[in-house]
């Protein structure tokens, strides 16, 4: 999507993708880590006809660079990755809630202690996320609504975390092995009674 998008503009070479995904802060809504992974990006696209070869660039004391563009049916293809991902929620498997699924693994304190430190960790994209915005002021909100999003995600995680450390402190949210063998043993009793004799739930 990010490809097809910058291909909007204009043609380009990947060098220059790279550059301006960069430059423009889309490495942190797209995982382009990997050197190679625009170039491949560019070829898998090209393979589906989503973008051409527009022709090369040659600057002197530079490698040739391949330039492409988008085609008609690329710039249909992104219109409609676009209208989907708006519209509708993604199935997503993020890290933190499958954590979180499993915290009785660790003891309330060792949660608590874990999630001070993300409570820091987030204090400080908080900051580091308002410091560059701020250095953006300049730029058209438009341009900037993913930072926007994340600001308020981060937010919204901050302070529940913080709720959920306040819980652990209080000891309003605790467990052991043996409360959590309790529950295992009421909730199977319970599956069981209502699932039926044949159930295999």
């Known amino acids: 999507m990010v490809v097809l998008a910058q291909l909007i503009e204009g043609p380009m070479h990947v060098y220059r ?38 022709g090369t660039d040659r600057q002197p004391g530079r490698p040739e660079r391949t330039v492409y563009r988008i085609t008609p049916a690329g710039r249909e293809t992104l219109r409609e990755w676009l209208q989907t991902m708006l519209s509708t929620p993604a199935r997503e498997f993020p890290e933190f809630p499958a954590a979180l699924a499993f915290v009785p693994v660790l003891t309330p304190d060792t949660v608590a202690r874990l999630l001070r430190h993300r409570v820091e960790r987030l204090e400080q994209a908080l900051v580091d996320l308002d410091r560059q915005r701020a250095a953006a002021a300049a730029v058209p ?32 949210l605790t467990w052991d092995e043996a409360w959590i063998r309790e529950v295992a043993a009421a909730l199977e009793g319970t599956t069981a009674t209502a699932g039926g004799a044949g159930a295999d739930r």
């Open 17 to 54: 993708m790279q550059q301006l995904i960069r430059e423009r802060g889309k490495d942190t809504v797209v995982n382009v880590a990997q050197r190679n992974s625009v170039y491949q990006t560019v070829e898998r696209l090209e393979r589906a006809g989503l973008v051409e070869v527009a």
């Open 141 to 172: 909100r438009l341009f900037l609504l993913e930072d926007e999003y994340r600001a308020n995600q981060l937010r919204a995680e901050l302070e529940w975390v913080r709720r959920l450390v306040a819980d652990l402190e209080s000891g309003a």
